[in-house]
């Protein structure tokens, strides 16, 4: 999950938004499946990642050359960018881990819990206030990650679910990061600038860890995986556009559907009842929680 920058948008095309959003979280599905194909044959997780990044950049460019023009690379944050990328590159090389040892479905549904920890940072370094409705919610959603990650001794895969984890912890991170240069800094500029922090770490991680040299099939895998990621991630940006984040943003979670689709289709994976059950209640919290921050907005002067 990977809501990208807060775009302010008139409630002109909800449909539109709404259809975009789905779509763009097909494309996140999609890509960590490639991700998986990927790791299955041999491909190292920086490699996947330098990959991701670099052929990201053909729809981006397509995108800032048709919409905003280059002059968006301009930027007075560079340290703010630098923080985003690093706390975000963080949580995509968790992510990228945790769906080599998870299935498809499983992996996904832990990351969705960026949420719970997005306003726990909140309130620790953002100062927000948090009332008792949102701790509420957090608490429900972590009781739901308890389920899905099922504690027990022989059914808890630890090394999986700690990168899944790890991967809601830097997804939570670079929201908040870009909370604080939002303000000055616009989407295509945030993006831009991360996807290239992105395929430096990939490209150095590649050079110290290892480089492994891909067939044909695999470069095509890992091709795809650049450009689907690419395109959800502007498809983030123009749900934006069009609707208003509490309208769209709910719809993260069919990023769910895709992923048990494609784990079925892919590797015959059927989700555990146990991520069902657990996915249900932290979808729950993070829309409860979604559903506060936008009446509190609301409220404050201005909003």
Known sequence: MSASVPIHAPVSRPVLGIVLRVASMA???????????????????FEIIFFRNAFAFLPLGLYIWRTTGFEVLRTRRPLGHLMRSVVGLTGMLCGFSAVQHLPLTEATALQFASPLFMTAMSAVLLSEPVGRH????????????MIMARPIPGQMNVVG?????LSAVGVAGAMVAIRQIADTERGPTIVFYFTLAGTVLGLV???LFGWSVPDRGTLVLLICAGVVGGIGQLLLTEALRAAPVGVVAPFDYTQLVWAALLGLLIWGELPHPATVVGSLIVAASGVYILHRELRRFRAAPGG
């Open 27 to 45: 494309c996140m599905a999609a890509m960590y499946a490639l991700v998986k194909l990927c790791g299955d044959r041999g491909v190292p997780v």
């Open 205 to 207: 991680g590649s050079l």
């Open 161 to 165: 679910v700690t990168y899944g984890l």
């Open 134 to 145: 949102r701790w509420a919610a957090v608490i429900v959603g972590f009781v739901g990650v």
